[in-house]
């Protein structure tokens, strides 16, 4: 019966105190957790302007081909070139 008196308010301060720790775990994941998925959300944003880009890229090589293939167009030398001045 006196361990147990003695034992229960040890055991009592052992809890409280995980419980402490416990949550300052929880709220230290928590911030973790809101930092990565800003970073995620950043780098989402990102690969959508990559890809926007790589599609503005793909577009302007394909009417570059066509226009060789097709046209027979091709980029001017420099004696073909004239500057005009105003």
């Given at each position: 019966m006196r361990t147990a008196m003695i034992m229960l308010p040890c055991l009592l301060v052992l809890s409280g105190v995980a419980i402490v720790y416990a949550k300052h775990q929880n709220r230290t994941l928590y911030a973790e957790l809101r930092h990565l998925e800003k970073e995620r959300d950043e780098m989402n944003i990102f690969w959508g302007r990559l890809q926007l880009e790589?599609?503005?890229?793909?577009?302007?090589?394909?009417?570059?081909?066509?226009?060789?293939?097709?046209?027979?167009?091709?980029?001017?030398?420099?004696?073909?070139v004239r500057m005009v001045m105003q």
């Open positions: 790589r599609s503005t890229f793909a577009r302007h090589s394909e009417i570059e081909s066509k226009a060789r293939e097709q046209l027979g167009m091709v980029h001017p030398s420099d004696s073909q």
